[in-house]
């Protein structure tokens, strides 16, 4: 994909080094919470907005509510998923999609914590088309 045509790109930069960061603080063995604490950290240090653990509105009237969860909506923007598992399978993306959808936001970035080297995924919502 063309510079050009990335989607919010300093903001995404500037997540993806955080993410760079909180992996090389604390490594391969953190829990999700732990990393999720740190990660809040940078971005207050950053003076990015964000909100955490977002709820989500129920999908059907007898489903709990609070029951999902988004770990990070940074900049009202991009949703942040992280993960902290061996490895990540199209369950993860298809949970990220369905979260850019529930929200109408274009951009999901889905990060695997447990990986040796740390692998940003970027999650597309294709069904809008202004960013």
């Known amino acids: 994909m063309p510079i050009e045509k990335v989607l919010h790109k300093e903001l995404s930069y500037n997540i993806v080094g955080i993410l760079y960061a909180t992996h090389n603080e604390l ?13 809040e950290n940078k ?26 969860r988004i770990d990070f909506l940074i900049d009202d923007k991009i ?11 199209k369950e993860e993306y298809y949970q990220t999609q369905r979260y850019l959808h529930a929200l109408n936001k274009k951009l999901g970035i889905l990060i695997n914590f447990r990986t040796r080297f740390l692998q940003p995924h970027r999650v597309i919502n294709s069904t809008i088309r202004n960013s």
């Open 79 to 89: 949703i942040l998923e992280l993960k902290c598992k061996r490895f990540i399978g």
């Open 43 to 68: 971005l207050k240090g950053g003076g990015i907005s964000y909100e955490r653990e977002k709820v989500l509105d129920q999908y059907f009237p007898a489903e709990h509510p609070g029951r999902h």
């Open 27 to 39: 490594g391969r063995y953190a829990n999700e919470k732990q990393y999720g604490d740190l990660i």
